[in-house]
């Protein structure tokens, strides 16, 4: 380990009391196996002098035998740790390299970049100061470039290092460096919540600009990776914080002692400091910071140390130690982001347990507000989140935790989930806020269930979804079932455009934006009353397939049915049993679907049926027919 | 205001915060305790961690019979200068069986004294988990493997099955059978616990420090006669060398290196200047690259 100081030759103890002073960075490489990751890391080490000269021969008989540089050194290979990964030439998991400068010691969590990964790169991202985005610049700001982004803006990593790489197979432009970092600003500016882009020209492969300036890029006049690394400033935001310390254990060695073991998430305490302890509120004020050297006077995020309080209050682990004057809230409903990291779905509404600092407590996940994309970080519709997906949900505890919002204190807003059959870590989670009560009556957990309601009415709750023209025979096809459906002992409700524009959404007009509030209002009665174990049954042209969607992904797995009355416009403007055609053909009527309003046929409904080949009667039992055996 | 900290003060606090998780959810841990520099580490900051009160917790060794005498004696020196409970355990088939690795060979005697060995004593005890001193900078398998790393009821280790260990939060929760390795020293390098003996004054075995030591030269490697059972070949005469050793297991599978390092200041200044690395002097690693993530998936610690 080659270190390149003389210092070492001449003068080790001088040497070793400049190294006890270095800092501790550590930083997350985020690229894919193509765009140069590992070489990158394995050139830092070599370049950083770091390599032993038996790694050396090992790295060269292995690039000889399964290398990808044509018997050349492949960097590579130092990083790719596991045989089986090695063998497939693909980093699958996150590990951990270290390497130290003159000025700082570097914990680099190497992690994969595919989109299954994500999980993976987001585990790296937790810890992380800074971050390397890896650009091929032959291939320039691709979708992944933007996953791997938005995956550690999302979990706090401020700072990023765009390494455009692989220069050398552009003949070192310039122009091509600029606009991929133009482009590149064009996303991140909006999407994502950085302090500090640092773009870099590279070439992992040859070395340019990694340690120091390369010839081959003299209209670059910024820093190299390393300069970089050793020249930004090592976060102390965590001291700038509030006081948080999580309790983690009791010290109570006899009668006279009782401490408070813990290591301090945010801020900095001293004797003498008051603090209020979570979620309990009780107050008193530090009386010691003890550690094995001795008392200290001040200890910040960071240190493990042990309180001792002037005031003999029940703490046990699990609470929190806060600053009196500016503590944290404590709640048992947040809305959350999760990431998903298990082979088996995130399901709502099932018991999970809830780690966050030293609190654990069981949860229950909520109906997903939406996912987000990671490629494209648009807001989709889902029910479930599959392994590496990302949603908002809200999320309800069994017991109150004491909390910041991620984003304000990542120490007292991150948490894990674990799955209480299978003892896996399932998910991470970032509280965004806490919820009031009053928001989430639903939440309260209630004896009385949708199974439960239904079962009393010997019936599987539905929502008929009826959707057609104006003219259609909807409401007509509807009428008849219901009565059909009475007849066989069940329990129904009906819902059409004319009785709930009557009441619900007599504030709604005939806009686009109208309609698609006035589907979100029906589809959500629509689920109270399938709560309530009814067969529901509604007829809207409901024209948009979003909308539709977001109705079908409100219901659980069959409870939603579509049908689609497949009239043909023609047909139901020649009966135009109420007159509209006529008046929105003379231009009385705007927005009117199929005049001069688009109709979205839907594409794969549960049931279809054309109006111009059955009677309505028919169709009612075709519907009854479905309902019976699916 | 600031509390300033350095690499190593950040790296004892993570050690510190890690052995306390355990000591809150874990049912019985035990602290494995090889008598090496990394264990020394491990110990000292175990005393640090749970101070004024003592680790709550017994130090284990598995001893293969084989170790270096002058291990032997520190090991009890420190359980009894630290007033510690240390539990010692051979594995009794191999001392019946008299395990000799010249005889045996040394994977058979490492499988049986020192895998099998730990087998034994953690399912003997009932411990849940088990505290070890790897480093991920040791070895490319090390460099994945969890800080709180699971293992089945035959003690394996699945390397496609581990948990995502996010931020500081640890979860700890087992599945009937399972047991769990910790790893308080997984981010520290070779530099950083030497670094920390010398700052905090730990005390370590002697092998470690230069002085002169009666060896043999066998097939390039240098071992210690360290007592009348090793066998000498033909032709091989013991020779005074001056020597110490960079890492320390059993004897006759330990080579030394010729050194004249006999401070902690000298011992880091020549690891800052040699050129190979500290496993090399493992008889157990020459074999393949991959021999470690084998070994472990067997349940070698």
Same mark, same amino acid.
């Given at each position: 380990?080659?270190?390149v100081?003389?210092?070492i030759?001449?003068?080790?103890?001088?040497?070793?009391?400049?190294?006890?002073?270095?800092?501790?960075?550590?930083?997350?490489?985020?690229?894919?196996?193509?765009?140069?990751?590992?070489?990158?890391?394995?050139?830092?080490?070599?370049?950083?002098?770091?390599?032993?000269d038996?790694?050396?021969?090992?790295?060269?008989?292995?690039?000889?035998?399964?290398?990808?540089?044509?018997?050349?050194?492949?960097?590579?290979?130092?990083?790719?740790?596991?045989?089986?990964?090695?063998?497939?030439?693909i980093t699958?998991?996150?590990?951990?390299?270290?390497?130290?400068?003159?000025?700082?010691?570097?914990i680099?969590?190497?992690?994969?970049?595919?989109?299954?990964?994500?999980?993976?790169?987001?585990?790296?991202?937790?810890?992380?100061?800074?971050?390397?985005?890896?650009?091929?610049?032959?291939?320039?700001?691709l979708t992944?470039?933007?996953?791997?982004?938005?995956?550690?803006?999302?979990?706090?990593?401020?700072r990023?290092i765009?390494?455009?790489n692989?220069?050398?197979?552009?003949?070192?432009?310039?122009?091509?460096?600029?606009?991929?970092v133009?482009?590149?600003?064009?996303?991140?500016?909006?999407?994502?919540?950085?302090?500090?882009?640092?773009?870099?020209?590279?070439?992992?492969?040859?070395g340019?600009?990694?340690?120091?300036?390369?010839?081959n890029?003299?209209?670059y006049?910024?820093?190299?990776?390393?300069?970089?690394?050793?020249?930004?400033?090592v976060?102390?935001?965590?001291?700038?914080?509030?006081?948080?310390?999580?309790?983690?254990?009791?010290n109570?060695p006899?009668?006279?002692?009782?401490?408070?073991?813990?290591?301090?998430?945010?801020?900095?305490?001293?004797?003498?400091?008051?603090?209020?302890?979570?979620?309990?509120?009780?107050?008193?004020?530090v009386?010691?910071?003890?550690?094995?050297?001795g008392?200290?006077?001040?200890?910040?995020?960071?240190?493990?140390?042990?309180?001792?309080?002037?005031?003999?209050?029940?703490?046990?682990?699990?609470?929190?130690?806060?600053?009196?004057?500016?503590?944290?809230?404590?709640?048992?409903?947040?809305?959350?982001?999760?990431?998903?990291?298990?082979?088996?779905?995130?399901?709502?509404?099932r018991?999970?347990?809830?780690?966050?600092?030293?609190?654990?407590?069981?949860?229950?996940?909520?109906?997903?507000?939406?996912?987000?994309?990671?490629?494209?970080?648009?807001?989709?519709?889902?029910?479930?989140?599959?392994?590496?997906?990302?949603g908002?949900?809200?999320?309800?505890?069994?017991?109150?935790?004491?909390?910041?919002?991620?984003?304000?204190?990542?120490?007292?807003?991150?948490?894990?989930?674990?799955?209480?059959?299978?003892?896996?870590?399932?998910?991470?989670?970032?509280?965004?806020?806490?919820?009031?009560?009053?928001?989430?009556?639903?939440?309260?957990s209630?004896?009385?269930?949708?199974q439960?309601r239904?079962?009393?009415?010997?019936q599987?709750p539905?929502?008929?979804?009826?959707?057609?023209?104006?003219g259609?025979?909807?409401?007509?096809?509807?009428?008849?079932?219901?009565?059909?459906?009475?007849?066989?002992?069940?329990?129904?409700?009906?819902?059409?455009?004319?009785?709930?524009?009557?009441?619900?959404?007599r504030d709604?007009?005939?806009?686009?934006?109208?309609?698609?509030?006035?589907?979100?209002?029906?589809?959500?009665?629509?689920?109270?009353?399938?709560?309530?174990?009814?067969?529901?049954?509604?007829?809207?042209i409901?024209p948009?397939?979003s909308?539709?969607?977001?109705?079908?992904?409100?219901?659980?797995?069959?409870?939603?049915?579509?049908?689609?009355?497949?009239?043909?416009?023609?047909?139901?403007e020649q009966?135009?049993?109420?007159?509209?055609?006529?008046?929105?053909?003379?231009?009385?009527l705007?927005?009117?679907?199929?005049?001069s309003?688009?109709?979205?046929?839907?594409?794969?409904?549960?049931?279809?049926?054309?109006?111009?080949?059955?009677?309505a009667?028919?169709?009612?039992?075709?519907?009854?027919?479905?309902?019976?055996?699916? | 205001?600031?509390?300033?900290?350095?690499?190593?003060q950040?790296?004892?606090?993570?050690a510190?915060?890690?052995?306390?998780e355990v000591?809150?959810?874990a049912?019985?841990?035990?602290?494995?305790?090889?008598?090496?520099?990394?264990s020394?580490?491990?110990?000292?900051?175990?005393?640090?961690?749970?101070?004024?009160?003592?680790?709550?917790?017994p130090?284990?060794?598995?001893?293969?019979?084989?170790?270096?005498?002058?291990m032997?004696?520190?090991?009890?020196?420190?359980?009894?200068d630290?007033?510690?409970?240390?539990?010692v355990?051979?594995?009794p088939?191999?001392?019946?069986?008299?395990?000799?690795?010249?005889?045996?060979?040394?994977?058979?005697h490492?499988?049986?004294?020192?895998?099998?060995?730990?087998?034994?004593?953690?399912?003997?005890?009932?411990f849940?988990?088990?505290?070890?001193?790897?480093r991920?900078?040791?070895?490319?398998?090390?460099?994945?493997?969890?800080?709180?790393s699971?293992?089945?009821?035959?003690?394996?280790?699945?390397p496609?099955?581990?948990?995502?260990?996010?931020?500081?939060?640890?979860n700890?929760?087992?599945?009937?059978?399972?047991?769990?390795?910790?790893?308080?020293?997984?981010?520290?390098?070779?530099?950083?616990?030497?670094?920390?003996?010398?700052?905090?004054?730990?005390?370590?075995?002697?092998?470690?420090?230069?002085?002169?030591?009666?060896?043999?030269? !066998?097939? %390039?490697?240098? @071992?210690?006669? *360290?007592?009348?059972?090793?066998?000498? =070949?033909e032709?091989? #005469?013991?020779?005074?060398?001056?020597?110490?050793?960079?890492?320390?297991?059993?004897?006759?599978?330990?080579?030394?290196?010729?050194?004249?390092?006999?401070?902690?200041?000298d011992?880091?200044?020549?690891?800052?200047?040699?050129?190979?690395?500290e !496993?090399? %002097?493992?008889? @157990?690693?020459? *074999?393949?690259?991959?021999?470690?993530? =084998?070994?472990?998936? #067997?349940?070698?610690?």
């Amino acid at each position: 380990m080659a270190h390149v100081s003389d210092l070492i030759a001449t003068d080790i103890e001088s040497y070793l009391a400049a190294h006890e002073q270095k800092e501790l960075l550590r930083f997350i490489t985020c690229g894919s196996v193509d765009d140069g990751k590992s070489t990158l890391i394995g050139r830092m080490l070599y370049e950083s002098h770091m390599l032993f000269d038996d790694h050396l021969a090992a790295l060269e008989a292995d690039s000889k035998r399964v290398g990808t540089q044509e018997g050349e050194i492949d960097f590579a290979l130092l990083v790719d740790g596991l045989a089986a990964e090695r063998e497939q030439g693909i980093t699958i998991d996150v590990a951990y390299r270290f390497f130290s400068t003159e000025k700082r010691k570097y914990i680099v969590a190497d992690t994969p970049g595919h989109e299954e990964y994500t999980r993976n790169m987001a585990t790296g991202a937790s810890t992380a100061d800074v971050a390397i985005i890896l650009i091929d610049a032959s291939q320039g700001v691709l979708t992944q470039t933007r996953r791997h982004s938005f995956i550690v803006s999302m979990v706090g990593v401020k700072r990023i290092i765009l390494a455009v790489n692989k220069l050398d197979l552009v003949d070192y432009s310039e122009e091509v460096f600029n606009s991929i970092v133009s482009d590149y600003h064009k996303f991140a500016d909006e999407a994502l919540q950085l302090d500090e882009i640092t773009a870099i020209p590279i070439s992992a492969l040859k070395g340019d600009n990694i340690v120091g300036a390369s010839e081959n890029t003299p209209w670059y006049e910024g820093q190299s990776v390393m300069e970089y690394l050793e020249s930004v400033e090592v976060s102390s935001t965590s001291q700038s914080r509030s006081f948080r310390m999580p309790v983690q254990w009791v010290n109570r060695p006899n009668r006279e002692f009782r401490g408070f073991a813990g290591l301090i998430g945010s801020g900095i305490v001293s004797p003498g400091d008051k603090i209020r302890v979570l979620p309990s509120g009780t107050e008193s004020v530090v009386e010691r910071i003890v550690t094995w050297e001795g008392d200290l006077e001040i200890a910040g995020a960071g240190r493990s140390v042990t309180l001792t309080l002037a005031d003999e209050i029940d703490i046990s682990r699990g609470d929190i130690i806060t600053a009196a004057d500016s503590p944290c809230s404590s709640a048992d409903q947040f809305q959350a982001r999760i990431l998903w990291m298990d082979e088996a779905a995130m399901m709502p509404g099932r018991q999970y347990l809830l780690k966050s600092s030293t609190q654990t407590t069981s949860m229950t996940l909520g109906r997903l507000k939406h996912r987000i994309d990671v490629n494209t970080l648009e807001e989709l519709p889902a029910k479930v989140l599959d392994m590496n997906e990302i949603g908002v949900c809200n999320i309800s505890l069994s017991n109150r935790i004491a909390f910041d919002s991620y984003d304000e204190d990542p120490t007292m807003g991150g948490f894990i989930i674990v799955d209480r059959m299978t003892n896996n870590t399932v998910g991470m989670g970032l509280i965004d806020f806490a919820l009031r009560r009053a928001e989430n009556i639903h939440w309260q957990s209630m004896d009385v269930t949708k199974q439960s309601r239904a079962e009393q009415k010997s019936q599987k709750p539905r929502l008929i979804w009826f959707t057609g023209l104006s003219g259609s025979g909807k409401s007509s096809i509807a009428n008849i079932l219901e009565k059909k459906l009475q007849a066989m002992g069940r329990h129904t409700i009906s819902l059409d455009g004319d009785n709930v524009r009557h009441g619900l959404n007599r504030d709604l007009g005939f806009t686009k934006a109208d309609r698609v509030e006035n589907v979100r209002r029906v589809g959500e009665t629509s689920k109270l009353m399938v709560e309530a174990g009814l067969i529901c049954i509604t007829s809207f042209i409901s024209p948009f397939e979003s909308e539709r969607m977001m109705v079908r992904n409100l219901m659980e797995n069959d409870e939603f049915v579509e049908v689609f009355v497949d009239t043909p416009l023609e047909v139901c403007e020649q009966r135009d049993v109420k007159g509209l055609y006529a008046k929105a053909r003379a231009g009385d009527l705007p927005n009117f679907t199929g005049i001069s309003s688009p109709y979205e046929g839907p594409v794969n409904p549960e049931i279809r049926i054309d109006t111009t080949q059955v009677s309505a009667e028919k169709a009612a039992d075709l519907i009854i027919d479905y309902l019976s055996k699916a | 205001m600031q509390d300033r900290m350095t690499h190593l003060q950040r790296l004892e606090a993570e050690a510190i915060h890690i052995m306390r998780e355990v000591v809150a959810e874990a049912e019985n841990p035990v602290m494995l305790y090889s008598i090496g520099k990394d264990s020394s580490v491990m110990l000292h900051i175990a005393m640090k961690a749970f101070y004024p009160a003592k680790p709550p917790f017994p130090i284990m060794h598995i001893d293969t019979m084989w170790k270096f005498s002058e291990m032997i004696e520190f090991r009890e020196k420190m359980a009894e200068d630290l007033g510690l409970d240390l539990i010692v355990h051979i594995n009794p088939e191999g001392q019946e069986m008299g395990m000799n690795p010249f005889i045996h060979g040394s994977s058979v005697h490492t499988d049986t004294m020192k895998t099998q060995g730990l087998k034994q004593a953690l399912d003997a005890h009932g411990f849940d988990v088990a505290f070890g001193g790897a480093r991920r900078d040791e070895e490319k398998s090390r460099a994945k493997e969890r800080i709180f790393s699971f293992r089945n009821e035959s003690h394996h280790w699945d390397p496609k099955r581990q948990r995502p260990e996010l931020w500081n939060l640890y979860n700890s929760r087992k599945n009937n059978g399972e047991s769990i390795r910790v790893f308080p020293l997984s981010n520290w390098t070779e530099l950083d616990i030497w670094q920390y003996i010398h700052l905090e004054n730990i005390p370590i075995v002697p092998l470690y420090l230069a002085k002169p030591r009666s060896v043999v030269e !066998r097939d %390039g490697v240098l @071992i210690l006669v *360290d007592d009348d059972r090793l066998p000498l =070949k033909e032709g091989e #005469e013991p020779m005074m060398k001056t020597v110490r050793f960079r890492t320390l297991g059993c004897y006759p599978l330990t080579g030394a290196v010729e050194s004249e390092a006999d401070t902690l200041p000298d011992i880091i200044q020549e690891m800052l200047l040699t050129t190979t690395s500290e !496993r090399q %002097g493992r008889v @157990i690693d020459f *074999d393949s690259s991959a021999s470690m993530e =084998k070994k472990k998936q #067997e349940g070698y610690f």
